[in-house]
């Protein structure tokens, strides 16, 4: 029988080996002993200047386990596979390559298909370039940019690899990465990251693969229209042309506001969800590191610092997100005119600054009832951020909590330039009230955070601000037979790794 044992706690500078411990907790029980492996190895700071490693093992054994409260079975295995459905045209259309789309065709080749994949923009190589002439000089590719493009948004980020389940598909994820290069360590790090020279070289590794199996590749290839006759879509147009496949999947990122008014429009079900808008707020690490571990040592032996802190919810909730240490803000407009930030690190996380975002969620209270409410919302705050040249509103903690502009002072990010602005103009006074009130908050958790941080704005693709409508047994679109729609940009899912395991989810769906 197989169990977890948790809480197993490792001072940082002793060996570690956790299976030691194990004859202390079992007791006479470690006789029943057949096989330990790391599950899980998490890092608590909790207190400063005594990092903990905290590892989950997980055990099989002959006999049960002692009554113990760090001592749990392990679930039944979840089921990956369902009898797949056979197709007689070998060429599903995926809409998308980011992470859903490219796992969602490396379960399909599993099965003897050979989907063919559009995206709007780019291959990595040429979008890396469009987006960093955006960078220098303010060119911004409306079709190829840091939400458009081979890889997702996800490949202009941190690389986080955070699950929110530990099912047979995440597995099978973690295991597809680790096969197209990324570390072993995923798999059993809590907060396993990539970064994004990884992410990328990752990416192109698995359209390498799809394409020996016969997958084609279509770039700058958007999706204009569906035609849908009853319960089925018959075609589809991309870039004036039609194709008429037996299945199409929907991989769409949160950006794709075009795309989804056509959904509406040709009867697709989408349904308004909360979302969560703010700022980006940025320290140096070194400051970071030492709020965190206490001594600045332990970022040479654990690398850069990180936090994740959430204010008690009185009204509207408000959190960290995609905290980035030694990364980079920075700019990832994908409509003319409009402003928005994100953060992103290479592997090594070594730039002299780390940021994360400050967000606080809304809801039709604040939007309205409209289907697309939200949408219109995220818009509004990006239009108004929007400055000549794409530059960046800026502004100082302190002076955002002030109200007032702050004078010249270093800041940094990739974007085309910077502008002092009062941040506070952006958002609802409701919205500004719940983030004044968590910046406080974080302040008596790590005192400074106020005084040395520079906020860099606005933060709005948090999630998708709408949902594709799912049939719920099916998973196909409400109503329409064979579109599918799967990731986080149709609302179903939550970074890199959810994403993935949704397309790969629906993929193993459907075979040759």
């Known amino acids: 029988m197989k169990y977890?044992?948790?809480?197993?706690?490792?001072?940082?500078?002793?060996?570690?080996?956790?299976?030691?411990?194990?004859?202390?907790?079992?007791?006479?029980?470690?006789?029943?002993?057949?096989?330990?492996?790391i599950s899980r190895r998490a890092l608590d700071c909790r207190t400063r200047n005594q990092p903990f490693y905290v590892y989950t093992l997980e055990i099989s054994c002959n006999n049960t386990m002692p009554n113990h409260r760090d001592i749990v079975p392990c679930r039944p295995e979840d089921c990956l596979h369902v009898q797949p459905k056979k197709l007689s045209d070998p060429h599903p259309c995926i809409i998308g390559m980011g992470p859903a789309g490219l796992f969602c065709a490396l379960a399909m080749v599993e099965n003897g298909l050979q989907p063919v994949l559009f995206d709007r923009g780019e291959a990595m190589h040429s979008r890396a370039i469009a987006i960093n002439k955006f960078w220098s000089d303010g060119h911004l590719d409306l079709e190829s940019n840091?939400?458009?493009?081979?890889?997702?948004?996800?490949?202009?980020s941190d690389g986080k690899?955070?699950?929110?389940?530990?099912?047979?598909?995440?597995?099978?994820?973690?295991?597809?990465?680790?096969?197209?290069?990324?570390?072993?360590?995923?798999?059993?790090?809590?907060?396993?990251?990539?970064?994004?020279?990884?992410?990328?070289?990752?990416?192109?590794e698995i359209r390498e693969y799809l394409r020996t199996k016969g997958c084609s590749f279509l770039y700058r290839s958007r999706l204009d229209d569906l035609l849908v006759e009853g319960e089925a879509v018959t075609g589809i147009s991309v870039n004036n042309q039609i194709f008429r496949p037996e299945l199409t999947v929907?991989?769409?990122?949160?950006a794709a506001r075009d795309t989804f008014r056509m959904l509406s429009k040709r009867g697709v079900a989408l349904q308004a969800k909360p979302f969560a808008v703010g700022f980006r707020i940025s320290h140096h690490q070194q400051?970071?590191?030492?709020?965190?571990?206490?001594?600045?040592?332990?970022?040479?032996?654990?690398g850069a610092a990180s936090y994740r802190m959430t204010a008690p919810k009185a009204g509207k909730g408000t959190y960290t997100f995609c905290m980035c240490p030694g990364g980079y803000v920075i700019a990832a407009s994908s409509e003319s005119e409009g402003m928005v930030t994100n953060g992103m690190s290479f592997a090594s996380r070594r730039h002299e600054f780390g940021n994360a975002a400050i967000v606080t969620a809304v809801n039709e209270a604040d939007y309205g009832h409209d289907l697309f409410a939200g949408l219109q919302f995220q818009q509004a705050i990006e239009?108004?951020?929007?400055?000549?040249?794409?530059?960046?509103?800026?502004?100082?903690?302190?002076?955002?909590?002030?109200?007032?502009?702050?004078?010249?002072?270093?800041?940094?990010c990739l974007s085309p330039t910077t502008i002092s602005a009062n941040i506070s103009e952006l958002f609802p006074t409701s919205v500004n009230a719940a983030l004044e009130k968590g910046l406080c908050h974080f302040d008596k958790i790590l005192p400074g955070f106020i005084q040395e941080g520079i906020i860099l704005a606005p933060e709005t693709r948090t999630s998708s601000p709408l949902r594709v409508i799912r049939d719920r047994q099916n998973l196909h679109c409400h109503g329409i037979s064979n579109l599918y729609a799967i990731g986080e940009g149709v609302g179903y899912t939550g970074g890199i790794i959810s994403s993935a395991a949704d397309g790969?989810?629906?993929?193993?769906?459907?075979?040759?």
């Open 250 to 254: 929907l991989s769409v990122g949160n």
């Open 4 to 37: 977890l044992i948790k809480n197993i706690r490792i001072p940082v500078l002793e060996e570690q080996n956790p299976e030691s411990r194990l004859a202390k907790i079992l007791g006479k029980y470690a006789d029943d002993l057949q096989s330990c492996r």
């Open 287 to 302: 400051w970071i590191n030492t709020s965190i571990y206490g001594d600045e040592k332990w970022a040479q032996i654990l």
């Open 383 to 412: 239009h108004k951020a929007y400055h000549a040249g794409y530059a960046m509103p800026w502004q100082l903690a302190a002076d955002y909590l002030r109200k007032r502009l702050s004078q010249e002072h270093k800041v940094d």
């Open 504 to 512: 790969y989810l629906i993929g193993s769906r459907f075979s040759g």
């Open 161 to 204: 690899l955070t699950a929110r389940s530990s099912g047979a598909t995440t597995r099978k994820v973690f295991d597809l990465l680790i096969r197209f290069g990324a570390p072993d360590s995923i798999a059993r790090e809590a907060l396993p990251h990539l970064g994004t020279e990884r992410i990328r070289q990752i990416t192109t």
């Open 146 to 156: 840091v939400q458009f493009g081979e890889g997702g948004a996800g490949a202009f």
